[in-house]
């Protein structure tokens, strides 16, 4: 099993909440080893580069991310707006990032009609939720539209470069906020 687990409090005395992501399943790769007791192996080579990498970005001022992804090696097509993402939004894009706070149809409604669009999980884009505040309302929100992930703008290359990795390795990343 995978997942991710963390400890949210508002501070000293007002209790706090524990949460966690458990992606259930069989492993993927069948030579990893399926002994509870044996700590998983870091991967001796982490990707640094994504050549051709089909990513979709909507962000009413997504040439910042576009510029990340394109220094990467991502083929990145951008757009302003729901109505001309659901225009382009193809089984073509591995990665979706979209910021959830757009005009018209937010993230939330984006991401479910693309889990409506593509109804095979091979077949759907990665999505990940770009944000410019993180809570758990957020997350929770996330999760439940089935989202892979939420991210804390602004993105260095570096924190990009690592979450394509992981996004790409597990297809699941929220981040420890």
């Given at each position: 099993?995978?997942?991710?687990?963390?400890?949210?409090?508002?501070?000293?005395?007002?209790?706090?909440?524990?949460?966690?992501?458990?992606?259930?399943?069989?492993?993927e790769r069948s030579n990893e080893s399926k002994l509870p007791f044996l700590p998983k192996m870091q991967a001796t080579h982490v990707q640094t580069n994504f050549p051709g990498l089909k990513v979709l970005v909507m962000d009413d001022n997504g040439s910042v991310t576009k510029g990340l992804l394109e220094h990467l090696g991502c083929d990145v097509t951008t757009v302003s707006s729901t109505d001309e993402f659901l225009q382009v939004i193809s089984q073509e894009h591995k990665v979706v990032f979209m910021d959830v706070?757009?005009?018209?149809?937010?993230?939330?409604?984006?991401?479910?009609?693309?889990?409506?669009?593509?109804?095979?999980?091979?077949?759907?884009?990665?999505?990940?939720?770009?944000?410019?505040?993180?809570?758990?309302?957020?997350?929770?929100?996330c999760m439940r539209v089935g989202m892979e992930g939420v991210i804390l703008k602004p993105v260095s290359?570096?924190?990009?470069?690592?979450?394509?990795?992981?996004?790409?390795?597990?297809?699941?990343?929220?981040?420890?906020?």
């Open positions: 099993m995978e997942g991710h687990i963390w400890i949210e409090s508002e501070g000293l005395g007002k209790g706090c909440t524990a949460n966690f992501i458990v992606k259930l399943g069989y492993p706070c757009m005009p018209g149809i937010d993230g939330y409604e984006l991401a479910v009609q693309i889990h409506e669009k593509f109804t095979k999980r091979h077949e759907r884009p990665v999505l990940v939720a770009l944000t410019g505040n993180i809570n758990k309302m957020t997350k929770e929100s290359v570096d924190k990009m470069r690592s979450v394509l990795s992981e996004l790409l390795e597990h297809r699941v990343l929220f981040e420890a906020m």
